[in-house]
């Protein structure tokens, strides 16, 4: 990193783009596709568009039928998570933990009658959110690997800042006719310029979510280790009561409710049971969070015995905790109305445009000479976009289709998409590795179009409540899934189009070799 400064911080972009690019693809894909999750999952639990949904009135008894269900399936858990039916999940979403190592719990059951939920397994857009921060790997680790690479997307979009001299002339130019290079380096600008602040919020935001997670120490000493006082200091949760060891029933959850709807205006999400059958049992009730940029949800502890008052927490946090809260906030958009949330998802998709884009400018500036061969390296990479930033498009089309085509009844159904997902995308990475590198841009595009326009039809031969089979009367969210799934088929179909046209130097066939093509298929070539 020799030179000026502009030149040093240019080698830092490149490079830290570079090391990091096809990860933070995945998670600006993943993670915009989480401003929509809940509208995913209903999507892929189409049986909940015949539910109606539950009034307020009817959570007391709702809560009842859940304790019930886990009394008889649950009883020797620590911990009880009751998701209380929403309008955009009307279903009571159970899940408890018996011990460390065994496996947790999960069922759906129906608000009205307490009976297991006749809904397909699915994780929906839950999966994608959880990607966006987890990679689907043990969450200690995978948050290690999206933290360190937003760290490293900090510093590539603050030394682009920096390198970039005409950054505000490049906006407005856009030579899509020119050279490849061209074309790419002004879509890289235009997309990373318009959206900045965006990117800057986003990438910040992203790191600060989990700051106690990559920096403990300061709390750790403080607070002697016990990090549940920090944030109950930091008016987060309430306060956590040891089991005292004497027996007790558990007190009607009904009047708890009552309760602490009369104390709350918020709607009600989720009932936390713990220390089940103990003395010293506590219900905590979570609200949803209020309209405002601080992520600050209300929660009311009652004593799990007697059904007394403990404590409300939340909504009056001290300045430092209201400050962390509103980055929180603003990251994972949960104020945005309809239109704000639209705004936050067109800039997810020009990051993950700005990402592609470098990735390939990366491999465009070093093509080699018309009478030299590129490197193992560069094919590599040439592989690896394509593999990345039309693989992942392929994945997740895959991930929608198996929820529609897999049998109902299959065990571990929701696992089995997560499988499709993951299958699709070696695939998707294996071909570009066998396949000359125009070709594969362009075979993968049509591909990934063909996915989505398949993920259309399946909707529409598979969904009887499809407003295009019920003249209009069906769930409306279906058009607008459609719609979204035809415009991406759209789009890939247009950029394998244009790629098939596009003529640019021409070169030895050489370069067109696939990277584990044998010596002697490079030399009949």
């Known amino acids: 990193m020799k030179g000026r400064f502009r030149t040093s911080m240019a080698w830092l972009h490149v490079w830290s783009g570079l090391v990091v690019g096809w990860v933070l693809f995945a998670i600006f894909v993943t993670g915009t596709a989480s401003y929509y999750r809940a509208d995913i999952t209903r999507w892929m639990r189409p049986e909940l568009a015949q539910a109606p949904p539950v009034a307020a009135a009817d959570l007391p008894k709702v809560a009842e039928r859940a304790v019930a269900y886990l009394e008889r399936h649950a009883s020797k858990a620590k911990t009880w998570f009751i998701g209380m039916p929403q309008p955009e999940r009307p279903l009571l979403d159970l899940f408890w933990r018996t011990r460390p190592g065994a496996p947790p719990g999960h069922v759906l059951l129906d608000p009205r009658t307490g009976a297991e939920a006749m809904v397909r397994d699915t994780e929906g857009g839950d999966f994608l959110h959880r990607f966006h921060y987890e990679l689907h790997i043990p969450p200690l680790w995978g948050r290690w690997i999206v933290g360190i690479c937003a760290m490293i997307m900090l510093v590539a979009l603050i030394s682009g800042i920096v390198t970039h001299k005409r950054i505000f002339a490049d906006f407005f130019t856009f030579r899509r006719d020119k050279a490849a290079r061209r074309s790419f380096l002004d879509a890289h600008n235009v997309t990373g310029v318009l959206a900045l602040p965006f990117h800057l919020m986003i990438t910040y935001t992203g790191v600060v979510a989990l700051a106690t997670f990559y920096m403990p120490w300061g709390v750790t000493t403080a607070y002697k280790g016990d990090t549940r006082a920090f944030f109950r200091e930091a008016n987060w949760i309430t306060a956590p009561r040891p089991p005292i060891g004497r027996t007790a029933p558990l007190a009607p959850l009904g009047p708890m409710i009552e309760e602490a709807l ?32 601080a992520h600050t949800p209300t929660h009311i502890a009652f004593d799990g015995a007697s059904g007394a008052l403990l404590e409300i927490r939340g909504g009056d946090l001290k300045p430092a905790a209201k400050t962390i809260s509103t980055l929180i906030g603003l990251h994972v958009a949960h104020f945005a109305e309809p239109g704000l949330r639209l705004l936050f998802f067109l800039c997810g998709v020009m990051g993950s445009a700005m990402v592609a884009t470098g990735l390939v400018l990366w491999s465009l500036a070093r093509l080699p000479k018309l009478d030299v061969t590129p490197s193992f390296g560069l094919r590599l990479v040439q592989a690896l976009n394509v593999g990345s930033i039309i693989g992942l498009p392929a994945a997740v089309a895959v991930y929608f289709l198996a929820n529609r085509l897999l049998p109902l009844g299959l065990a571990d159904r929701g696992e089995w998409e997560i499988r499709a997902f993951f299958a699709a995308w070696i695939v998707a990475a294996l071909i570009p590795l066998a396949r000359p590198h125009r070709r594969a841009w362009n075979e993968m595009s049509m591909l990934v179009s063909g996915l989505c326009l398949a993920v259309v039809a399946a909707d529409l031969a598979m969904i009887e409540a499809h407003p295009l089979r019920r003249l209009g009367e069906g769930e409306a969210l279906f058009l607008w899934f459609d719609g979204a799934m035809l415009a991406l088929a759209a789009l890939f179909a247009f950029a394998a189009r244009r790629i098939a046209q596009y003529r640019g130097p021409s070169r030895t066939d050489r370069w067109h070799e696939p990277v584990l093509a044998a010596p002697a298929e490079r030399a009949r070539a």
């Not at 009600?268 to 089940?276: A, D, I, Q, S, Y």
């Not at 049992?281 to 969070?289: D, G, H, L, Q, S």
């Open 262 to 293: 009369a104390t709350v205006p918020e709607r009600l999400e989720r009932l936390t049971v713990t220390n089940f059958g103990d003395a010293g049992a506590t219900v905590v009730a979570m609200f949803e969070e209020p309209h405002g940029l």
